[in-house]
């Protein structure tokens, strides 16, 4: 089975501090997602990684980077965290050439 | 107009009961169609995906894929109160590449 795997299940952090999430994979998946899901607006993509060091912006990359060292994780960087950015964040990982993506167990991130 | 549309919801069945869940689109190059399980405050769950029109069956679940309608649907046979969870479709034109377009999401509860 694949497994995804987010370091944190739940985070509260303060207007301005840097935040890290992390995420690994275990089947040596070539692309990465970071994804925020919140009400009525459904998933969003943050940023994408095809290949270490390598990444595209999503829809949403406003406020987030990203690094991807190692094949097996992708860390999304929150500069300054801020009220708005209070979401679920879901990774997700990808084979090439297979259409389904498999998402970690979420990190719900409030920020106060 | 959205790419893919999927009513939010909530549908609450009696335990035992099928289920029917949908999803429309706009675009015809969507070739891959996916439905995933989010439970509570976790992670999408992939349960299956089809390639191009026609059924797809795995024990309670059937997925179908009309292209000409531009609809999907999601049947559960014999629902059950495990199945209670948000069901979340999506949906890409190729295999490669970073494009997901996922529906909001149908909020599903089976009562016992």
Redesign the interface.
């Known amino acids: 089975d694949v497994k ?1 795997t ?1 370091s944190s299940r739940y985070l509260v952090k303060r207007t301005g501090e840097k935040v890290f999430l992390e995420c690994v994979q275990d089947m040596d998946h070539e ?1 990465m ?1 970071w994804y925020r899901q919140d009400p ?4 969003r ?1 943050i940023y ?1 990684s ?1 290949d270490v060091k390598m990444k ?1 912006k ?1 829809d949403i990359p406003e406020g987030y980077s990203v690094s991807r060292e190692k094949k097996e994780r992708f860390s999304l960087i929150l500069e300054s965290a801020s009220t708005n950015q209070t979401s ?1 964040y ?1 990774c997700a990982s990808q084979r ?11 990190t ?1 991130l409030t920020v106060v | 107009q959205k790419e893919v549309e999927q009513d ?1 919801g909530p549908l609450s069945v009696p335990e035992g009961a099928i289920v029917s869940l949908n999803c429309t689109y706009s675009n015809s190059a969507f070739q ?1 169609f ?1 439905w ?1 399980r989010q439970y509570s ?6 349960l299956m ?1 089809t ?1 191009s029109s026609g059924n797809k069956e795995d024990g309670r679940f059937t997925a179908q894929v009309d292209k000409s309608s531009k609809y999907i649907s999601l049947f559960i046979r014999d629902s059950q109160p495990s199945d209670s969870a948000t069901y ?1 479709c ?1 949906m ?1 034109k190729s ?2 590449g ?1 494009q ?1 377009y ?4 149908t909020s599903l509860t089976v009562i016992p």
């Open positions: 995804v987010q692309n997602f009525g607006l459904g998933l993509l994408f095809y595209e999503g679920m879901l090439n050439t297979y259409p389904e993506a498999f998402f970690g167990q979420g719900r | 939010p891959y996916m995933y405050r976790k992670g999408p769950e992939l995906y390639y979340l999506a890409r295999n490669t970073n997901f996922f529906g909001t999401g």
